[in-house]
């Protein structure tokens, strides 16, 4: 399990980044975090936070009219720190805000990281391990969507090789592996390369990040991937 220093208490997360030169390793295999989290971590486990998820998105679909929710108060609880049950790596796809989805969640419980495909670069890596290393996250879901323009792109480079110009080339490019893996196969294609990529993803962060993969280990993680249906409102757990 990560350690974080005896000072925790008197160092605000805004030392993360200068502080950050601190993590190593121990024994190339063990995380221990020289910087402070700055407050109390969750106490909802990795199993808690996917059924929280779970029994809201089934409360978005069955009745999207969410409470009114107090925010200011939570504003207020959560203002000086914050102790988020599950990181959720999604698509920018306007149609597909986290919270809303799993039922409602309010201020200071998802810990969300969102680009076109749900993909994870450096940034969005170093946003997932700091979630669960330093703020104690227990849960980390790839959210892929129906009807992904991102995949649906990664799509057409393997069927018709078409080029796309700026820096969606390159993002779409970190696709195309999953549209190949699954071109061909029964069922629709895009959304065969929705699911194939989310999975993908989900082991991606899994199996190459030092500090989740030892979190992992410890049964102190869990990675999973789903997808979200746009016309149904139900996200499916992969």
């Not at 920018?92 to 749900?118: C, K, M, Q, T, Y």
């Not at 959304?191 to 199996?207: G, L």
């Amino acid at each position: 399990m990560c350690t974080v220093c005896n000072d925790r208490h008197h160092r605000s997360r805004r030392g993360f980044l200068s502080a950050a030169a601190g993590l190593t390793l121990a024994g190339g295999l063990g995380p221990t975090l020289s910087f402070a989290a700055g407050g109390p971590t969750t106490k909802v486990t990795a199993d808690e936070a996917l059924a929280k998820l779970k029994a809201g998105n089934a409360k978005y679909v069955q009745g999207p009219q969410l409470c009114v929710a107090e925010l200011a108060k939570q504003r207020g609880d959560v203002a000086k720190h914050q102790m988020p049950w599950a990181t959720i790596v999604s698509c920018a796809d306007s149609r597909v805000p986290p919270e809303l989805l799993f039922g409602g969640a309010g201020v200071g419980e998802l810990f969300i990281a969102r680009n076109a495909g749900n993909m994870v670069d450096t940034a969005t890596m170093g946003t997932i391990e700091y979630g669960s290393a330093v703020l104690g996250v227990p849960l980390i879901v790839v959210l892929g969507h129906e009807r992904c323009g991102a995949v649906a792109a990664a799509c057409e480079v393997v069927e018709k090789q078409t080029k796309f110009p700026g820096s969606i080339a390159p993002m779409v490019s970190q696709i195309v592996p999953a549209a190949q893996a699954v071109k061909g196969k029964a069922g629709d294609f895009v959304d065969n390369a929705v699911r194939e990529n989310a999975s993908r993803t989900a082991k991606k962060i899994a199996s190459e990040s030092p500090l989740i993969a030892d979190l992992i280990a410890k049964g102190k993680v869990k990675v999973v991937a789903a997808r979200y249906d746009l016309d149904e409102g139900r996200v499916e757990f992969l």
